[in-house]
């Protein structure tokens, strides 16, 4: 009996200091989230560079398209009431103090007004046009990124698998941890791309949204400004 448990508490002292083994090894294979990354291999480094690029074309593009596609509610009743009593250069005054797009394009109707309807009204749009494209400046490069950054990142991966393969050929060691060792460090290159790619082009659009609001804003504003002059 005795020896029945002496053999049953060594059994349990053999498990746990397997246990302990096992978990000491799980720790040590532990990598940091950078390290993991570095993994990736040479492709990284341009990603890298597209992603800090794409946050720079983000960030300058929306602080710059938010300042001036602001519409202030008030500038067409103050230039509406500045126009119906005759102070145009009142007018246009006020339209240069907004510093924003929508203050050029009607600065641009005020300064013709005199001429006839059709050429104001053409002359507001080709002003409002031109507003437009500087919002749009650089934005195409997100469209760009959206495009390169995957694809940078599946060269990455089919470079990493030319190596594994090459070097199943020279050792003609087949193992599975040769193979998915080496391969899963290669696929990181394929989802940093898709990441850079999804900002990239989730960005591209939501800008794109804000500044097709902007035109429908200030086309409405055109028309405003039209039947004003209209009525004066």
């Known amino acids: 009996m005795f020896s029945f448990i002496q053999l049953q508490a060594d059994t349990l002292a053999n498990a746990a200091s397997n246990?302990?083994?096992?978990?000491?090894?799980?720790?040590?294979?532990?990598?940091?989230?950078?390290?993991?990354?570095?993994k990736g291999g040479?492709?990284?480094?341009?990603?890298?560079?597209?992603?800090?690029?794409?946050?720079?074309?983000?960030?300058e593009r929306y602080l710059y398209i938010n300042k001036k596609a602001k519409v202030d509610p008030l500038l067409?009743?103050?230039?509406?009431?500045?126009?119906?009593?005759?102070?145009?250069?009142?007018?246009?005054?006020?339209?240069?103090r907004t510093n924003t797009a929508s203050g050029n394009v009607i600065k641009e109707g005020i300064t013709l007004i005199g001429r006839p309807i059709a050429e104001i009204e053409s002359n507001m749009d080709r002003a409002a046009d031109i507003e437009i494209a500087e919002m749009e400046?650089?934005?195409?490069?997100?469209?760009l990124i959206a495009g390169i950054a995957p694809t940078l990142g599946f060269i990455g991966t089919i470079s990493g698998v030319?190596?594994?393969?090459?070097?199943?050929?020279?050792?003609?060691?087949?193992?599975?941890?040769?193979?998915?060792?080496?391969l899963?460090?290669?696929?990181?290159?394929?989802?940093?791309?898709?990441?850079?790619?999804?900002?990239?082009?989730s960005?591209?659009?939501?800008?794109n949204g804000k500044i097709d609001n902007y035109a429908?804003?200030?086309?409405?504003?055109?028309?405003?400004?039209?039947?004003i002059i209209q009525k004066a």
């Open 137 to 143: 400046q650089h934005l195409g490069q997100l469209g």
């Open 216 to 227: 429908l804003k200030v086309q409405k504003q055109i028309l405003e400004f039209v039947n």
């Open 42 to 59: 040479f492709f990284l480094i341009p990603i890298a560079i597209l992603l800090f690029y794409t946050f720079y074309v983000i960030i």
């Open 76 to 96: 067409m009743r103050d230039v509406k009431d500045h126009l119906t009593s005759g102070n145009f250069e009142l007018a246009r005054s006020i339209t240069e």
């Open 19 to 38: 246990v302990v083994v096992e978990k000491v090894a799980t720790t040590n294979n532990e990598i940091s989230v950078l390290e993991f990354i570095f």
């Open 162 to 182: 030319i190596k594994i393969f090459y070097s199943i050929s020279v050792t003609e060691n087949i193992s599975i941890g040769n193979i998915s060792g080496g």
């Open 184 to 201: 899963y460090e290669k696929m990181i290159s394929s989802g940093s791309g898709l990441i850079v790619g999804i900002i990239a082009y």
């Open 203 to 207: 960005a591209y659009h939501l800008l």
